[in-house]
């Protein structure tokens, strides 16, 4: 097989430190500090995963965060994670991981076939295949075409584990810790400015363990630790390893997601797995470095074909060679450092192949002092292996004409380090920025202008040379805590020793061409998007790149293109005889990594999703059974079951107590504004239709409130406590809506009227006593009120005490019994609720929920949320009368328009079952019996009760002429359920329709 | 996206609800052009750049700003200010930093709205 661990070498691993760990179920053994894909690497796997599309053979590309091939799912359980970067994943003991989309086994797959037809899977086949008069069978075929396509699968169990959201303030935010990171980490923190230093990978010093240079007489790598060293030990300096920052926002707001503990099996205790940074930056460093990139050529997606820097990697940082033979291909110089760090790390190179004729003599010559063959002026065409590399055809090429200048030959080798230029990581600035630039020089795009406050520097802005990535950390840095304010000290440069080429003398070499036919050529390796697709698309008409990218889907997997984009771009510029600028790119969009929706979600799950509110007698609701509803952020009691009894027995049974006798219901949660001020009449009066002006102390009235285009917004009863001062009360529902729409009118309409509003909902407990004995059951409880009719009159409200007390009672009905509502200081609920409670027992007093509470008002033909649905107008619910002819008022010039006085609008009407069968509410209305027959949809079902009153199932609805239809048959469909009950038409007061009962 | 509120200073817009387009002008109570409540209830400008618009801090002092927001680019152009009886009010949490006053040619055309009746 390929790779082997070195004798020696590995500046990031500890040999002395043995780490176990299994992949599909074999048990293999690592070094602490390997990465996954590391270690599996040493242990001879080449075989990483199936590819998406066609379930090809994937090994690893690379040694990073730009990795599309090498997806592992990690752990198992409630803890398992799909698609995650082996090149990402750190070793540790016990560490389980499984190879995905392949069945039944990574070595045997059964679907690869799907690479046998890739000719026919090319761009837009399904679309093309199933599509049109084939469209049927795509519902057939779906679930085969789905199962067979896609990574690896996620779980169905919690996530045990915790993620939190935090938050971070710095003056400069340094993204990134190569030489251009730590430099200008170094130059901002010796201003004082409040730097963060924020790191993707487990160490600082990105690339710089892998460099030849010597800096300030110290290896690359040690001069990394020793800055890093450095910078922990000033104040103001914040370094964050493990943190991907993954999106640029507005105001210069950075996300970021810190990887505290994936790399160990389980959270410590008080851990999170992950947190989620807000960082908050005046100015930003953006020091991400560049992406290698590969060439294009056929079987460049055989296990064994790797980034030259990540064979690079692989060697220096974990000792691992990539394989027991290994060719590197080139169209730049720094692979020949490669090839020599290589040889002379004990590995064999069995060849360099470079495109270029004439590379610079010195590498050449160090070539021939290690024997390593060379081939200027030639390129790889073609990989052979299957699941391993076994071999690679070369051919001269003609960098010019692009063509092949001779026949091929074959080369053994078990692995091939590809480099085809460098292309910046642009993507974090393209968040926040104009459209990138394209460099001849470098054949790569880097970021555009700045729309915020940030700059780009070192490899990111296309400088690749390490010294001249030192210098432009050091210049940022400065320039950026200058920019803060902080006086820039000048920070000596380290020397730098050694020089290796930064490969930009490059020639452009995308795709090289196949020795027969198009070959299999992969662009995109995550999407299995190939050249061919590319140039198909290109031939249908998707001349746009960004239509290009969304038909072939390339750069659209997980990985956003980070090795195929440039790759792509090119092969499309060349087929329209375009360049590269003039086809330009697509735009990055956040997040730059995949962030796992735990992270983002943070401690807002389950109860601690949004707050829940609770009434101040909601002990006593959850002592007594109740079953508790949510009704918005409150939760209310629906109906206190006893013993036997279903949530329909509980709520008739409520319903007929109240209706005989006398009933209690918690109304706590209905929103309560007090309106104060000189003008509070006035401005009362312009909010409601009905008029609001003349109604004297001690009375309340209902009162309905229209929208500015006349639609019914809300309604409740406001109570005038004195010549200033009002109470009002709007639906649960509408409570801060209504609050928020009175503040607008009053700052911005009417600044003039002095008035001011207050939600005072949690101030007051409040509580409905209804039912014929609720006078008596008042009176045994009050201590100095006169409850008679005469005192207390419908709609009076006055204050008295309850003992020692103080309470409101105003005489509403909303059941259409003789009722009162008993508003108490929110404290004095529960000790309020007790004594009525203890007052009705003469007269079998019981609470009833909100079931009986709709029961009741149905029957009384009331409307509530599903009659104001924010369509309605106060003439379709039989409230014409409300909406006054004789004033100014929001909404009142808007009544007249076309559309709300067409006589065809739905009305409010009553419904009857005729069958006996319960209304489902949502049901339409419809004229017939039969599906065939049944018509168009004459309105729908709104509010469906039994009524024990009438001893029928009843409803309100809203249909099209209303009253009119009055006695006539409709059908109340719910072609979901399949139910169709058949329902007449009546008035929607169903029981008092003289509201005798409540005026006693 | 940061709203600096002259009662509350700085703080994150997801304090804030939109209120919508500021240079709109509710007609006069008794006016009974119905297209000019046409105008007023349904029609909006919708620009691409600078716009005038209302801010309600509603989940902090509850007062309502008016601001200028460039709606491509989501910077907030002129220092927001209070609206309502309370506009003319010295700000409690003067800015440290960031926003700029706005010119007097600015407030008139804020002001406008406001006092219309
Ligand atoms: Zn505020």
Same mark, same amino acid.
């Given at each position: 097989?390929?790779? /082997?661990?070195?004798?020696?070498?590995?500046?990031?691993?500890?040999?002395?430190?043995?780490?176990?760990?299994?992949?599909?179920?074999?048990?293999?053994?690592?070094?602490?500090?390997?990465?996954?894909?590391?270690?599996?690497?040493?242990?001879?796997?080449?075989?990483?995963?199936?590819?998406?599309? /066609?379930?090809?053979?994937?090994?690893?590309?690379?040694?990073?965060?730009?990795?599309?091939?090498?997806?592992?799912?990690?752990?198992?359980?409630?803890?398992?994670?799909?698609?995650?970067?082996? %090149?990402?994943?750190?070793?540790?003991?016990?560490?389980? @991981?499984?190879?995905?989309?392949?069945?039944?086994?990574?070595?045997?797959?059964?679907?690869?076939?799907?690479?046998?037809?890739?000719?026919?899977?090319?761009?837009?086949?399904?679309?093309?295949?199933?599509?049109?008069?084939?469209?049927?069978?795509?519902?057939?075929?779906?679930?085969?075409?789905?199962?067979?396509?896609?990574?690896?699968?996620?779980?169905?169990?919690?996530?045990?584990?915790?993620?939190?959201?935090? $938050?971070?303030?710095?003056?400069?935010?340094?993204?990134?810790?190569?030489? &251009?990171?730590?430099?200008?980490?170094?130059?901002?923190?010796?201003?004082?400015?409040?730097?963060?230093?924020?790191?993707?990978?487990?160490?600082?010093?990105?690339?710089?363990?892998?460099?030849?240079?010597?800096?300030?007489?110290?290896?690359?790598?040690?001069?990394?630790?020793?800055?890093?060293?450095?910078?922990?030990?000033?104040?103001?300096?914040?370094?964050?390893?493990?943190?991907?920052? +993954?999106?640029?926002?507005?105001?210069?707001?950075?996300?970021?997601?810190?990887?505290?503990?994936?790399?160990?099996?389980?959270?410590?205790?008080?851990?999170?797995?992950?947190?989620?940074?807000?960082?908050?930056?005046?100015?930003?460093?953006?020091?991400?470095?560049?992406?290698?990139?590969?060439?294009?050529?056929?079987?460049?997606?055989?296990?064994?074909?790797?980034?030259?820097?990540?064979?690079?990697?692989?060697?220096?940082?974990?000792?691992?060679?990539?394989?027991?033979?290994?060719?590197?291909?080139?169209?730049?110089?720094? @692979?020949? $450092?490669?090839?020599?760090?290589?040889?002379?790390?004990?590995? =064999?190179?069995?060849?360099?192949?470079?495109?270029?004729?004439?590379?610079?003599?010195?590498?050449?010559?160090?070539?021939?002092?290690?024997?390593?063959?060379?081939?200027?002026? $030639?390129?790889?065409?073609?990989?052979?292996?299957?699941?391993?590399?076994?071999?690679?055809?070369?051919?001269?090429?003609?960098?010019?004409?692009?063509?092949?200048?001779?026949?091929?030959?074959?080369?053994?080798?078990?692995?091939?380090?590809?480099?085809?230029?460098?292309?910046?990581?642009?993507?974090?600035?393209?968040?926040?920025?104009?459209?990138?630039?394209?460099?001849?020089?470098?054949?790569?795009?880097?970021?555009?202008?700045?729309?915020?406050?940030?700059?780009?520097?070192?490899?990111?802005?296309?400088?690749?040379? #390490?010294?001249?990535?030192?210098?432009?950390?050091?210049?940022?840095?400065?320039?950026?805590?200058?920019?803060?304010?902080?006086?820039?000290?000048?920070?000596? #440069?380290?020397?730098?020793?050694?020089?290796?080429?930064?490969?930009?003398?490059?020639?452009? #070499?995308?795709?090289?061409?196949?020795?027969?036919?198009?070959?299999?050529?992969?662009?995109?390796?995550?999407?299995?998007?190939?050249?061919?697709?590319?140039?198909?698309?290109?031939?249908?008409?998707?001349?746009?790149?960004?239509?290009?990218?969304?038909?072939?889907?390339?750069?659209?997997?997980?990985?956003?293109?980070?090795?195929?984009?440039?790759?792509?771009?090119?092969?499309?510029?060349?087929?329209?005889?375009? %360049?590269?600028?003039?086809?330009?790119?697509?735009?990055?969009?956040?997040?730059?990594?995949?962030?796992?929706?735990?992270?983002?979600?943070?401690?807002?799950?389950?109860?601690?999703?949004?707050?829940?509110?609770?009434?101040?007698?909601?002990?006593?609701?959850?002592?007594?059974?109740?079953?508790?509803?949510?009704?918005?952020?409150?939760?209310?009691?629906?109906?206190?079951?006893?013993?036997?009894?279903?949530? &329909?027995?509980?709520?008739?049974?409520?319903?007929?107590?109240?209706?005989?006798?006398?009933?209690?219901?918690?109304?706590? &949660?209905?929103?309560?504004?007090?309106?104060?001020?000189?003008?509070?009449?006035?401005?009362?009066?312009?909010? +409601?239709?009905?008029?609001?002006?003349?109604?004297?102390?001690?009375?309340?009235?209902?009162?309905?409130?229209?929208?500015?285009?006349?639609?019914?917004?809300?309604?409740?009863?406001?109570?005038?406590?004195?010549?200033?001062?009002?109470?009002?009360? %709007? =639906?649960?529902?509408?409570?801060?809506?209504?609050?928020?729409?009175?503040?607008?009118?009053?700052?911005?309409?009417?600044?003039?009227?002095?008035?001011?509003?207050?939600?005072? %909902?949690?101030?007051?407990?409040?509580?409905?006593?209804?039912?014929?004995?609720?006078?008596?059951?008042?009176?045994?409880?009050?201590?100095?009120?006169?409850?008679?009719?005469?005192?207390?009159?419908?709609?009076?409200?006055?204050?008295?005490?309850?003992?020692?007390?103080?309470? #409101?009672?105003?005489?509403?009905?909303?059941?259409?019994?003789?009722?009162?509502?008993?508003?108490?200081?929110?404290?004095?609920?529960?000790?309020?609720?007790?004594?009525?409670?203890?007052?009705?027992?003469? +007269?079998?007093?019981?609470?009833?929920?909100?079931?009986?509470?709709?029961?009741?008002?149905?029957?009384?033909?009331?409307?509530?949320?599903?009659?104001?649905?924010?369509? =309605?107008?106060?003439?379709?619910?039989?409230?014409?009368?409300?909406?006054?002819?004789?004033?100014?008022?929001?909404?009142?010039?808007?009544?007249?328009?076309?559309?709300?006085?067409?006589?065809?609008?739905?009305?409010?009407?009553?419904?009857?079952?005729?069958?006996?069968?319960?209304?489902?509410?949502?049901?339409?209305?419809?004229?017939?019996? =039969?599906?065939?027959?049944?018509?168009?949809?004459?309105?729908?079902?709104?509010?469906?009760?039994?009524?024990?009153?009438?001893?029928?199932?009843?409803?309100?609805?809203?249909?099209?002429?209303?009253?009119?239809?009055?006695?006539?048959?409709? +059908?109340?469909?719910?072609?979901?359920?399949?139910?169709?009950?058949?329902?007449?038409?009546?008035?929607?007061?169903?029981?008092?329709?003289?509201?005798?009962?409540?005026?006693? | 996206?940061?709203? !600096?509120?002259?009662?509350?200073?700085?703080?994150?817009?997801?304090?804030?609800? !939109?209120?919508?387009?500021?240079?709109?002008?509710?007609?006069?109570?008794?006016?009974?052009?119905?297209?000019?409540?046409? *105008?007023?209830? !349904?029609?909006?400008?919708?620009?691409?750049?600078?716009?005038?618009? !209302?801010?309600?801090?509603? *989940?902090?002092?509850?007062?309502?700003?008016?601001?200028?927001?460039?709606?491509?680019?989501?910077?907030?152009?002129? *220092?927001?200010?209070?609206?309502?009886?309370?506009?003319?009010?010295?700000?409690?949490?003067?800015?440290?930093?960031?926003?700029?006053?706005?010119?007097?040619?600015?407030?008139?055309?804020?002001?406008?709205?406001?006092?219309?009746?």
């Amino acid at each position: 097989m390929s790779g /082997y661990r070195l004798s020696s070498g590995g500046s990031q691993i500890d040999r002395s430190r043995r780490v176990r760990f299994s992949f599909d179920g074999r048990d293999l053994g690592g070094f602490a500090g390997d990465t996954l894909a590391s270690a599996l690497l040493a242990n001879e796997q080449t075989l990483f995963g199936r590819s998406f599309k /066609y379930h090809r053979p994937r090994g690893v590309l690379s040694a990073g965060a730009e990795e599309p091939s090498a997806l592992v799912t990690m752990r198992g359980g409630a803890r398992v994670e799909p698609n995650t970067k082996a %090149t990402m994943v750190e070793l540790y003991e016990g560490l389980e @991981a499984a190879s995905q989309n392949r069945w039944p086994s990574l070595r045997f797959d059964v679907l690869s076939v799907n690479s046998l037809f890739g000719n026919f899977l090319t761009a837009g086949f399904y679309y093309k295949t199933f599509m049109g008069p084939t469209r049927k069978s795509w519902m057939f075929y779906e679930h085969f075409i789905r199962r067979a396509a896609g990574l690896g699968a996620g779980g169905f169990e919690a996530d045990p584990d915790r993620y939190e959201g935090l $938050h971070a303030h710095c003056d400069v935010l340094v993204v990134g810790s190569g030489p &251009t990171g730590l430099m200008a980490a170094r130059a901002a923190a010796v201003s004082g400015a409040r730097v963060i230093l924020a790191e993707e990978m487990a160490q600082l010093g990105g690339m710089l363990p892998n460099e030849s240079e010597s800096l300030d007489g110290m290896g690359a790598g040690d001069w990394a630790k020793a800055t890093v060293a450095e910078l922990s030990t000033y104040e103001n300096v914040t370094l964050m390893p493990r943190t991907t920052v +993954y999106g640029y926002f507005d105001d210069n707001v950075m996300a970021a997601v810190e990887r505290v503990a994936d790399h160990v099996p389980v959270p410590a205790e008080n851990t999170p797995r992950q947190r989620h940074w807000t960082i908050r930056a005046k100015q930003v460093v953006i020091a991400s470095g560049a992406i290698e990139r590969p060439v294009v050529f056929d079987g460049n997606d055989t296990p064994g074909v790797m980034l030259s820097d990540a064979v690079r990697s692989y060697a220096l940082r974990f000792g691992v060679a990539a394989g027991r033979k290994v060719i590197v291909f080139t169209n730049n110089d720094r @692979a020949y $450092h490669t090839a020599l760090r290589l040889a002379d790390q004990g590995m =064999t190179i069995r060849a360099l192949v470079d495109a270029r004729w004439a590379p610079p003599q010195e590498l050449v010559e160090a070539l021939a002092a290690r024997d390593i063959e060379h081939f200027p002026g $030639h390129v790889v065409v073609k990989a052979e292996g299957g699941k391993a590399l076994e071999g690679v055809h070369i051919a001269p090429y003609d960098p010019h004409t692009k063509r092949l200048k001779g026949s091929p030959r074959w080369l053994t080798t078990d692995a091939l380090a590809v480099s085809g230029g460098w292309s910046p990581a642009i993507h974090l600035a393209s968040h926040a920025s104009d459209r990138p630039e394209f460099r001849e020089d470098i054949q790569a795009f880097v970021p555009g202008a700045p729309e915020q406050a940030w700059r780009a520097a070192g490899a990111c802005n296309g400088d690749f040379g #390490l010294a001249a990535c030192l210098a432009a950390g050091a210049e940022a840095g400065a320039a950026a805590a200058g920019d803060v304010g902080f006086g820039a000290t000048a920070l000596p #440069l380290p020397s730098v020793e050694g020089g290796e080429p930064d490969g930009s003398a490059m020639l452009p #070499l995308w795709e090289v061409p196949a020795i027969k036919g198009r070959g299999k050529k992969f662009v995109d390796l995550q999407h299995d998007v190939t050249a061919e697709d590319v140039r198909l698309a290109q031939r249908e008409g998707f001349q746009s790149v960004e239509h290009l990218k969304r038909y072939t889907t390339l750069g659209m997997a997980a990985d956003q293109g980070k090795t195929s984009n440039i790759n792509g771009l090119a092969i499309m510029a060349e087929t329209r005889g375009a %360049t590269i600028p003039e086809v330009g790119t697509t735009r990055f969009r956040p997040p730059y990594n995949p962030v796992s929706l735990g992270a983002i979600a943070g401690r807002e799950i389950g109860a601690h999703f949004r707050p829940v509110r609770l009434t101040p007698m909601h002990d006593w609701h959850v002592a007594q059974g109740a079953d508790m509803l949510a009704a918005g952020a409150w939760l209310r009691p629906r109906v206190y079951r006893q013993p036997g009894e279903s949530v &329909t027995d509980a709520y008739i049974r409520e319903t007929r107590a109240v209706r005989d006798s006398v009933g209690i219901v918690d109304v706590s &949660t209905l929103g309560k504004i007090d309106v104060q001020g000189p003008d509070a009449a006035e401005f009362l009066n312009r909010v +409601y239709s009905n008029g609001f002006a003349k109604l004297p102390v001690g009375k309340a009235r209902y009162g309905l409130m229209l929208r500015e285009d006349g639609i019914v917004y809300d309604d409740g009863t406001t109570w005038r406590l004195s010549e200033t001062q009002y109470l009002m009360t %709007t =639906t649960t529902a509408n409570a801060a809506g209504v609050l928020t729409h009175l503040e607008h009118l009053l700052s911005i309409v009417w600044p003039e009227l002095r008035v001011q509003v207050t939600s005072v %909902t949690e101030q007051w407990a409040g509580m409905a006593v209804s039912g014929p004995n609720a006078r008596r059951t008042l009176e045994a409880a009050v201590d100095d009120m006169d409850l008679s009719n005469e005192a207390l009159p419908f709609m009076g409200v006055r204050p008295g005490h309850l003992g020692s007390i103080p309470v #409101l009672i105003a005489r509403l009905s909303f059941s259409g019994e003789l009722a009162y509502e008993v508003y108490a200081e929110a404290n004095y609920g529960m000790p309020v609720w007790e004594k009525v409670l203890e007052a009705g027992k003469p +007269y079998g007093i019981i609470a009833y929920g909100t079931e009986a509470l709709g029961a009741l008002r149905i029957e009384k033909g009331h409307v509530a949320g599903p009659e104001l649905d924010g369509r =309605t107008t106060a003439a379709d619910l039989g409230l014409g009368g409300m909406a006054s002819r004789k004033k100014h008022y929001i909404g009142s010039m808007m009544l007249d328009r076309e559309g709300l006085t067409d006589p065809n609008r739905l009305k409010l009407v009553g419904l009857v079952s005729l069958s006996g069968e319960s209304i489902r509410p949502g049901s339409q209305l419809v004229e017939g019996a =039969t599906v065939a027959t049944s018509g168009p949809s004459l309105g729908h079902v709104s509010s469906t009760t039994y009524s024990p009153a009438l001893e029928k199932q009843v409803a309100l609805g809203l249909v099209e002429g209303g009253l009119e239809r009055t006695g006539h048959r409709l +059908y109340a469909i719910y072609p979901l359920k399949g139910h169709r009950v058949p329902v007449e038409i009546v008035e929607p007061v169903f029981f008092d329709k003289d509201g005798s009962r409540m005026h006693v | 996206m940061r709203i !600096y509120c002259p009662i509350c200073g700085e703080r994150d817009s997801s304090e804030f609800t !939109y209120g919508g387009d500021a240079t709109v002008h509710r007609p006069a109570m008794d006016e009974t052009d119905v297209e000019a409540w046409c *105008q007023y209830v !349904y029609n909006r400008k919708n620009p691409r750049g600078p716009m005038l618009e !209302y801010w309600h801090h509603t *989940q902090g002092c509850r007062a309502w700003l008016v601001l200028e927001r460039d709606t491509v680019t989501h910077k907030i152009l002129s *220092q927001p200010r209070l609206v309502g009886p309370w506009a003319d009010q010295p700000a409690s949490n003067p800015p440290t930093d960031g926003g700029s006053d706005t010119g007097s040619a600015e407030r008139e055309r804020v002001s406008e709205p406001v006092g219309a009746e």
